[in-house]
């Protein structure tokens, strides 16, 4: 895509959304090649982060609502980047970084530099209006590691207390008279004698199984809260010497 310098000033804030529509994040800084052809894009993609990732503006196009790429948002989130705000020029490692991750072939060398910024340091001539500039705080965010979470299963002992039921059998002796009248018929010896009776009793058995009894996972959500951010900047004032003479009264 070829743009004029009307159009590329132009992209400056502007939304940049991939080949499927969704925001990327806004525009921040734009270079030219060597011939002074606008070439990449910086593309903010947070709200408070110091990087912004870098895109081709080949195959790109200018839309009512902003620039296309012709890339989805993890390809341009993932591309090498620079840090916001700079006016340094793409040196040639980071230029072979950048065509090697968007996988275009470059068609003539390049020397892309950032665009240059106007009117600074110079004296103004004659009748022409005194730009007064000052500067402005930009935050933005970067997602960067913040440790990791790890689940671990391992085994331990522990004692367990428990009681079981268990059934005996108990002998008693029981005596019973004889009345007289029952007493006929019944034999009547005199000498040695005994009667066996088999007793049972039962005992604990303990036994082991393994079950399953819980599912366990990792999870995680992302959490918003404010950060305070303090910095300085610096902004220029303009204060007025004229002779008195020429001073107009009020």
Known sequence: MRL???QANSLYGQDVKDRSGSKIGSVGQIWADAAG????????TGL????????????????D???????????????????????QPLDTDQIEQLYAHYRLTPQAPRAPQPPPAAGQGRAPA?????IRSEERLRVGTESQPAGAARLRKYVVTEDVHTTVPVEHDEVRVER?????????????????AEQEMTLRAERPVVG?????????????????EEQPIDDQIR????????????????
């Open 4 to 6: 004029n310098e009307q």
């Open 37 to 44: 052809e606008p070439t990449w894009v910086s593309v903010k």
């Open 48 to 63: 408070m982060g110091h990087k912004e990732s870098m895109a081709p503006l080949e195959k790109a196009r200018i839309t």
């Open 65 to 87: 609502s902003g620039l296309a790429v012709d890339y989805d948002k993890s390809t341009v989130k993932d591309a090498p980047a620079v840090d916001a705000g700079t006016d």
């Open 126 to 130: 004659a009748g022409e209006d005194l």
């Open 176 to 192: 019973e008279p004889i009345a007289a009248r029952d007493a006929r018929g019944m034999r009547a010896d005199i000498g040695e």
């Open 208 to 224: 082991k199984e393994t079950v399953p009894v819980e599912r366990v996972h990792l999870a995680k959500e992302e959490v918003v």
């Open 235 to 250: 902004r220029e004032r303009v204060d007025a010497d004229i002779p008195e003479r020429s001073r107009r009264r009020r």
